[in-house]
Nanobody, 126 residues
Framework: QVQLVESGGGLVQAGASLRLSCAVSSGTFSRRVMGWFRQAPGKERELVATITWGGGFTDYGDSVKGRFTISRDNTKNAVYLQMNSLKSEDTAVYYC???????????????????WGQGTQVTVSS
């Protein structure tokens, strides 16, 4: 079983930075692609960023490219999302997710992620 717990959300002003963390309870963490997704009120959940199990390849949603950075520490079973230059449109609940199968390639498709955290709220005031 894979359990994920996000932390680090909060209320910030536009232009500020936040770092989200996701602690993963699983012996297979280092073999799983990880992702961050977000869902704003009234909108569908969307990809923010993904990172391969070895950390060698990352991918980002178009709206966050150049501002957000995903990283992972396989020694700590943790994945992070550094968010810089935050905008009001970044306001959403942010979810950490683990890909269902181990040793898989990176994916931007929500349906490929079978394990999800409870989410952490990020609110950016303008």
């Amino acid at each position: 079983q894979v359990q994920l717990v996000e932390s680090g959300g909060g209320l910030v002003q536009a232009g500020a930075s936040l770092r989200l963390s996701c602690a993963v309870s699983s012996g297979t963490f280092s073999r799983r692609v990880m992702g961050w997704f977000r869902q704003a009120p009234g909108k569908e959940r969307e990809l923010v960023a993904t990172i391969t199990w070895g950390g060698g390849f990352t991918d980002y949603g178009d709206s966050v490219k150049g501002r957000f950075t995903i990283s992972r520490d396989n020694t700590k079973n943790a994945v992070y999302l550094q968010m810089n230059s935050l905008k009001s449109e970044d306001t959403a609940v942010y979810y950490c997710a683990a890909r269902s199968t181990i040793f898989s390639v990176g994916s931007s498709r929500e349906r490929d992620y079978g394990y999800w955290g409870q989410g952490t709220q990020v609110t950016v005031s303008s």
